[in-house]
């Protein structure tokens, strides 16, 4: 959960791993650190707290004028790193680069086993500075350098020694025109170009240099020298083609918008569009998938749908099941990756396993995917990142489309992981005929005109704003909906917790009576999230009115408003006349801008709230 990156080549290192760093940032933000090589010598600068403070730091001590340091003749070489603390709090002692010897490297992931390496170190004199575990990969690294092997073997000797999981940028003075990477359960990419190498945890962070990547496989080791890759797997040398991506980098900057998360925001009805494009073809009422690769007959004799994710995405695999559910009427469980996978889960061939996830390198999800493989079922992956390990290992993705998605709470991928969901479920229904000739075509007319009303629902933001103003300073919200609308509730609830640091708690609104409604006060404002058309409408109101008879102050997020609702709710954001199946999508964008503009007022790290990290890549 820490972002990694590295350099080499003929520019200054700094601006570039700095630049690299920034990007990374959402992946961790506790304390930073670079290192290079200068004049034969590691030069390393750590700060503990967020990437200006480093940046700061740097400047202050001239570093970021210099420019001129190369370690050997023409190369510039340099690591750096962003941390997500998991052993030892965050401080300066604690950030990365750690040095041991004529080692420097920077880790991101777990050392399972690092109490009994460290003890092994300790008894040979290794002194340890730090509290990490990060810090025994150097000892042991420096340990086999120092006995004689060079620092790609040294490097792959201690991966041997090591148990858990790791992308390391290892860097020595004793071959300081090169970096050695390992990978295992932890992402790594690697660009080149003619005369430069750069690698990182995610894409964004080297993107405007280059949009080829070599996206390492775990058990990789690959040697970096200036503008060339080896890459050895298994002991043999491994050929890998590079992935191209078509982002843009100016789709990772944030383009006139104060924050991330506000221009994704914004960026839902176009990402929307990106979902959809190639996938429809309304002439023949079908839906196409480029990258699925199971037959009609496949899709036909599958029995039962698993879906696993964690938070957000959870939420969407939430909504998915009832859209396959209504559509194709087959069984469908939604589980947490973390529970479904130490719990021997029921799975066969007959299983189609989806695993959705924005990053594609969660550890839990993909722990929860390596099972369904091991048990035969057939996999598939909901995912933004084409290259990720969960996309790759899937074997079948539906691409999600929605670009870099750099706010680490999730909007965008949010939206088009359910239109995925939508898009999967009326393939379903296709080859097991369960909808007619009309539903079909007129289900596949509504998510094409799915923009125009996400884009009616963000024409909300000013009354949403005064809203954010009028509760920023409450405790608790209470987010209700039933049916479809349910996992919405539960991911406004856990946007506005995430970024306004407010207690907040989703509910279906016909539990509300069997517990939370203790928690009603005049102080609970109640989000009930409700369509007039959803076969749900009567029992949601009768909801909100039992928490209206408890003075709940009741914010409606809703399609149409009307006078019963008008006189029972506090405000109503209403979004217009829209099919009841598109409600999950148009209605989560209000609830999205309500988290948003409350964080806002609480003048908290929008971006990079505290404790969290966009991408969990530890259990
Ligand atoms: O990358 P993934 O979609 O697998 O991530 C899953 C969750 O960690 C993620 O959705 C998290 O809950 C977000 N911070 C929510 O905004």
Known sequence: MCGIVGYIGKRPVLPVLLGGLEKLEYRGYDSAGVSEIVNAQFEVMRAEGKLAKLKNLLSENGKLAAGENKSAEGVNIGIGHTRWATHGRPSETNAHPHLAGKVCLV????????????????????????????????????????????????????????????????????????????????????????????????????????????????????????????????????????????????????????????????????????????????????????DVFFSDDDFAKIERIVIV????????????????????????????????????????????????????????????????????????????????????????????QAGPEISVASTKAFVTQLVAGYLLALKLALVRNTLSADELANYIDQVVHLPKWLTAALGQEDKIKDLAQEFSKSFNFLYLARGLLYPIALEGALKLKEISYIHAEGYPAGEMKHGPIALITEETPVVVVLGHDDGNYEKAMSNLTEAVARKAKIIAVTDLENAHLSKLAHRVIAVGDIPSQMLPIVLVIPLQLLAYYTAICRETDVDQPRNLAKSVTVE
Request: proline share 3%.
């Open 107 to 290: 880790h991101n992931g777990i050392i399972e086993n690092y109490v009994e390496l460290k003890a092994q170190l300790t008894a040979t004199k290794c002194v340890f500075k730090s509290e990490t575990d990060s810090e025994i990969a150097a000892h042991l690294i420096n340990s086999h350098i120092e006995q004689g092997l060079g620092l790609f073997a040294a490097t792959k000797t201690a991966c041997s020694e090591m148990q858990g999981s790791y992308a390391l940028v290892v860097m020595s003075l004793s071959e300081p025109d090169k970096l050695v990477v390992a990978k295992n359960a932890t992402p790594v990419i690697v660009g080149i170009t003619p005369d430069e190498s750069f690698i990182a945890s995610d894409i964004p962070a080297i993107l405007e240099y280059t949009r080829d990547f070599y996206v390492l496989e775990d058990g990789d080791f690959a040697e970096i020298s200036r503008g060339a890759i080896k890459i050895e797997h298994e002991g043999v040398a491994a050929e890998r083609k590079p992935i191209t991506i078509a982002w843009d980098p100016i789709t990772a900057e944030k383009g006139g918008f104060e924050h991330f998360m506000l221009k994704e925001i914004h960026e839902q009805p176009r990402v929307v569009m990106e979902t959809l494009r190639g996938r429809l073809d309304q002439e023949h009422s079908n839906v196409h998938f480029d």
């Open 309 to 400: 994710a964690c938070g957000t995405a959870w939420h969407a695999a939430l909504t998915t099941k009832f859209y396959i559910e209504k559509f194709a009427r087959m069984p469908v469980d939604v589980d947490y990756a973390s529970e479904f996978r130490y719990r021997n889960p029921l799975l066969n061939d007959k299983t189609l396993f989806i695993a959705i996830s924005q990053s594609g390198e969660t550890a839990d999800t993909l722990g929860a995917l390596q099972i369904a493989i091991e048990k035969g079922a057939k996999t598939l992956a909901i995912c933004n990142v084409v290259g990720s390990t969960i996309a790759r290992r899937a074997g079948n993705i539906i691409n999600t």
